[in-house]
């Protein structure tokens, strides 16, 4: 099928749709304005400069092609003093692995993945059902006196928990990482606010002291946790201990903030759509088999991030269309994942869909921690059927003003 594209699209247009997406409504479901942004073509230009691509096809094309990069060190230089680019916390996050590009990125995600392997997934699958069952037990607690709120009871802490207990942090300082988590991430937002990322900047600086201060101290007492196991393998490489230090923190940085964020949207996303199909979460319980098949259908049909963007490495044409060096494109994949040319009704939510999406990225930059999310969320989920099969919603969820990055407040639930 030929790639559908508007020769002619007005910008203000596409920036009305995309003003509405950081509305109540907009936040609450995007995808009605998303439906118009793909009318406007498979790829449009993007009402800031740049290009928005909304197919499927197109956005998989590019995050496979070396012809793309992602915006790193050199890319947000180049950009000025005056734009978002050149934020403490945007710098910060240009020398973390999802701003590397190879030969950089090459190094440092085969010193990462080496403990993001089978072995490590396997090690962490007792832990996650205890701490699962644990918080479960405390969402009982709650739900006895009525309604719970499932964000900040159980999708908010078992990310931070599992993590946490795998990097050995200290549980006292679970609520302030995930804290400045949720600050920090507005630094890759669509298009921040300079108050937001202002709290990403500050949210940046106590990280780093936090992580900086936290390789010292594995250094100095090293044990069988990841930091001191990236500790002796960047020893290996970097002939510089500082140097050394430096690439662990920026490591252990870019871990805590992939864990936490988009995994606890992912959790409390799963459960919501869900809980809104009752028959679905019926089938289910009678077929915990499908359990993963559901988590792949709610990323497909409601991503955690919405939007990924890359760097056009040299001139070229995409789709028919013309592209400079150096040129941004964003890669709707809210849009994309529900592209009707890729899937049949693409709008229905069916846990036995034979899911596939681009909620994970693809290519070079695949997410590491895509199977250790998976896990987290096929254990609650599992355990969630089998102990609170009469689990139903109470009011509406409440939604963080994002576009990129979506983040669910509050998912109040009831048992009848």
């Not at 950081?22 to 479901?29: F, H, P």
């Not at 998303?34 to 197919?55: E, F, V």
């Not at 969320?377 to 969820?397: D, W, Y």
Request: hydrophobic content about 40%.
């Amino acid at each position: 099928m030929e790639p559908a594209i508007a020769p002619s699209v007005d910008r203000r247009s596409a920036a009305t749709l995309i003003s509405r997406l950081r509305t109540a409504a907009g936040q609450r479901n995007p995808y009605p304005y998303y439906a118009k942004l793909r009318a406007m073509g498979d790829i449009i230009p993007a009402p800031w400069g740049g290009h928005l691509i909304t197919s499927f096809g197109l956005a998989d094309q590019v995050l496979r092609s070396r012809d793309w990069h992602v915006p790193d060190a050199r890319w947000r230089a180049s950009q000025g003093e005056a734009t978002r680019w050149s934020a403490v916390s945007s710098q910060e996050m240009s020398k973390t692995l999802p701003a590397l590009n190879p030969p950089d990125h090459t190094r440092v995600r085969r010193v990462t993945s080496s403990r993001l392997d089978r072995r490590a997934l396997e090690e962490l699958r007792h832990p996650v059902a205890g701490i699962t069952d644990g918080l479960l037990d405390r969402f009982a607690e709650h739900l006895t006196g009525g309604e719970a709120d499932f964000v900040p009871l159980v999708a908010e802490e078992l990310p931070v928990m599992t993590i946490g207990r795998w990097l050995g942090l200290p549980p006292a300082d679970y609520p302030l990482l995930r804290d400045l988590t949720h600050d920090q991430v507005f630094a890759q937002e669509l298009l921040p606010s300079a108050s937001q990322l202002a709290l990403s900047d500050a949210a940046t600086a106590q990280l780093r002291g936090y992580f900086t201060a936290l390789v010292r101290e594995r250094r100095s007492r090293p044990g069988s946790d990841p930091v001191s196991a990236w500790i002796r393998a960047w020893d290996e490489i970097e002939p510089d201990r500082e140097a050394a230090d430096e690439a662990v923190y920026h490591t252990t940085l870019f871990v805590l903030l992939a864990a936490l964020e988009t995994t606890s949207t992912l959790l409390a996303t799963t459960v919501q759509l869900l809980l809104e199909r009752p028959r679905q979460w019926g089938w289910l319980r009678g077929h915990p088999e499908q359990v993963p098949a559901a988590v792949e259908e709610a990323l497909r049909y409601d991503a955690p991030t919405h939007v990924a963007s890359r760097i056009a490495r040299k001139d070229l044409t995409l789709a028919g269309v013309d592209i400079r060096a150096d040129q941004m494109v964003h890669l709707m994949i809210g849009v994309a994942n529900r592209d009707p040319a890729h899937h049949l009704d693409p709008d229905t939510f069916d846990v036995r869909r034979r899911a596939s999406h681009l909620s994970f990225s693809g290519g070079i930059h695949y997410c590491l921690g895509a199977p250790m999310a998976r896990l987290e969320a096929t254990t609650l989920l599992t355990a969630l059927l089998e102990r609170f099969p009469s689990l139903v919603l109470a009011r509406e969820p409440q939604w963080a003003p994002r576009v990129a990055f979506r983040r669910m407040l509050t998912l109040p639930v009831a048992l009848p």
